[in-house]
Each structure stands twice: as structure tokens, then as C-alpha cells.
């Protein structure tokens, strides 16, 4: 009996590391990880079955509520019940006297319980203690109809719970973990390709967006260096986190412009840049220039809330053609980004 706990646990505990995999390789917004998400928690479950612990040769009990309550609780009925359908027919194919009620109580409680706890619990502020309990009304809702209806010794009640908990603690421990993990190796892939202050693309990500891009006859490439006008004077006079925040706030203003066939990204200090399509230059001029406008009539303010005077931009343009690099385009962009400041400030050039 002992071995065949064991045997439950290490199936379970694959389980998790395959899952971990999944996840790690291929994201967590895909189809393609759901999918295969749901077949690994079924075949999972449908692989217990298969090392049951037998009483009176009739009835199976194994540790199968576990995958199932962890699926419901974490990724909600669009996972579980898939998983649900699939471990009944699985069961249900078995047969025997006890293949109904394992459906019942081993399969569709546990998934039921799963769901209420998911629905009035947030799953991530679940604590040890709060996870002993609730593994705790999982298994008395599985387990107890089945023992106390064939009448065992005490000594097994405690063996099943104390396996069943011990199950549960493990994969909760390494759920927990995983998900820190995932979270972090999240944020390092954010940071790869977004500038930390404003959060915007970095020139790396920025080029690789480009290059996912087609020109078409009707919708030509053109890239717009975009400039902060006198950003310096703001830093002297209200110091250096005032402009930090002048730049997050601009960053968010020009998210607010971006459109479809549009890629913004910061190029450094007070320089943003945008690669945009638009039938002609001056169909993209014109779109920058209400971009321009916009910005001059916003209220910008310190990082402790104090109204600045008004922030307006400069911008210059130049086409990217589609057998030229982006550093040709940047450098001509450039030039009349050179020549707005020149000429004024606050207006675009191309």
C-alpha cells in the first residue's frame, strides 16, 4: 500500500515537472500550452487509475483529486472540465462496481470543490495553513463516503490523509515556486526588450518589430525621431526626477497615438522614435503633427504633482525604403529633427 502512495506521489510530482516545462517553453497565452496543459493533467490522472489501492477488490482509491483540484483552482473551468470529461471516460472504461461512484467523488466533486475555492479565493495569497484546509475539505469530500461505507481500520484513514496532504503540500510548495519563477524570468524578458523608465521598446526590440513588418504600394515605412524641446532647462530648474517624469508621462501620451503599422520606442534621453506606414510622407507628417499638437496642449507636472509650463516636440522624418538599414532613415530623420530645433522648435520636418 505504501509503495503504491509513493507511486501516486512521483506520478504526480512528473506531472508538475512536465507542466513546469510546458510553461517555461512555450509561454502562458498560447493555445498550444492549454492544450497541451489539459492533456498532461488527463493523461496524468488516467495513469493513477492504473496504480490504485484496491479494497475488498472492488473499490480504487488513488491520489487522482489532486491534479484535478489543482487545474481547477489555478486555471479555472475552461481547463478542469476538459480534464473532467476525459479522466470519466477513462475511468468509466475501466468498469467495475466502483467506476460510477470514482467518477462521482474522485473526478466531478474534487473539480466542483476546486472551482468554489477559486472563485471565492485569490489561489496566490493561499498560505500553507489556508492550503491544509482546503486540501483537508477536498479529501474528506473525496475520500470519506468510500471508507466510511466499507467500514476500515482507523490506521488507514490516517495513512490516506496523511499521503493526501503530504501529495497536496509538495505540489503546492512547487506550484508556488514555479510561479515566482515564471514571474521573474517574465520580467527579465521585459526588461530585454523595454526601456525600465518609460517601459517603452528599446532600440533592440524596436528593430526586431520593424523587421516583422511589410511595405505595401498603399503603405510605405517612414521612421520619426522625436525630441522633448528644451528637456535640459527642465531638469536644471525642477531637477532630474521631474524629467524622469516628464518622460514617463510623454511615453504614455505617445501609446495613447500608437496605432496599427505604427512602432514606437525610446532612443535615448529625450529622444523617442517611431516607425510608422502611411500612404505618403506627408500622410505620415500630418499624423505626427496632430501627435505634436496634442502634446502641447497637455498638462505635464513634477513627480510631486507641480504644473510644468507647456512641453511641446520636435520632429523630423525621412523614409525607410525597403532595401535601405534603419540607421540611414535615423540619420536623415535626424537631420531634420536638426533642422525643426533650428527653425523654431515644436514643428515637424521631413
Given at each position: ?150 467500514h476500515l481500520d482507523a490506521e488507514f484513514y490516517l495513512l490516506r490523509y496523511i499521503t493526501f496532504q503530504i501529495s497536496m503540500l509538495i505540489l503546492f510548495s512547487f506550484t508556488k515556486l ?15 526588450d523595454h526601456d525600465p523608465l518609460t517601459k517603452l521598446y528599446n532600440m533592440k526590440r524596436f528593430n526586431e518589430e520593424i523587421m516583422k513588418t511589410k511595405q505595401t504600394e498603399n503603405n ?48 535615448g534621453g529625450e529622444e523617442f522614435i517611431a516607425y510608422k506606414l502611411a500612404p505618403t510622407i506627408e500622410d505620415a507628417a500630418s499624423s505626427l503633427d496632430e501627435l505634436r499638437k496634442y ?56
Open positions: 500500500m505504501i509503495k503504491t502512495m509513493l507511486a501516486n506521489m512521483a506520478i504526480i510530482l512528473f506531472m508538475h515537472l512536465c507542466i513546469q516545462h510546458l510553461y517555461f517553453t512555450y509561454g502562458q497565452k498560447k493555445k498550444r500550452t492549454a492544450i497541451l496543459h489539459v492533456i498532461i493533467v488527463s493523461l496524468t490522472v488516467i495513469t493513477l487509475f492504473y496504480f490504485p489501492i484496491l479494497i475488498e477488490n472492488r473499490f480504487r482509491f488513488d491520489l487522482r483529486a489532486i491534479p484535478i483540484s489543482f487545474i481547477g483552482i489555478l486555471h479555472g473551468p475552461l481547463y478542469v472540465i476538459p480534464v473532467v470529461i476525459i479522466s470519466a471516460i477513462g475511468r468509466l472504461s475501466l468498469g467495475g462496481l466502483g467506476a460510477l461512484p470514482g467518477v462521482i467523488f474522485g473526478i466531478t466533486v474534487p473539480a466542483v470543490i476546486s472551482l468554489i475555492i477559486r472563485y471565492c479565493v485569490n489561489w496566490k495569497k493561499i498560505n500553507y495553513g489556508k492550503g491544509l484546509l482546503y486540501s483537508t475539505i477536498i479529501w474528506a469530500a473525496c475520500d470519506l463516503p468510500f471508507l466510511f461505507y466499507v514555479s510561479f515566482q519563477h515564471n514571474q521573474l524570468l517574465s520580467r527579465f524578458k521585459f526588461f530585454a510605405k515605412a517612414f521612421i520619426a525621431m522625436l525630441d522633448i524641446d528644451h528637456f535640459k532647462r527642465i531638469n536644471d530648474t525642477f531637477g532630474h526626477q521631474a524629467g524622469d517624469q516628464v518622460l514617463i508621462d510623454f511615453a504614455q501620451t505617445l501609446l495613447k497615438f500608437h496605432r496599427k503599422g505604427s512602432i514606437i520606442a525610446r532612443y502634446v502641447e496642449a497637455q498638462q505635464f507636472y513634477t513627480e510631486s504633482g507641480d504644473p510644468l509650463s507647456k512641453i511641446t516636440i520636435s520632429i523630423g522624418i525621412a523614409p525607410l525604403f525597403p532595401d535601405s538599414k534603419l540607421e540611414q532613415a535615423v540619420k536623415i530623420a535626424g537631420g531634420h529633427l536638426y533642422k525643426a530645433k533650428e527653425n523654431g522648435r515644436n514643428r515637424v520636418v521631413f
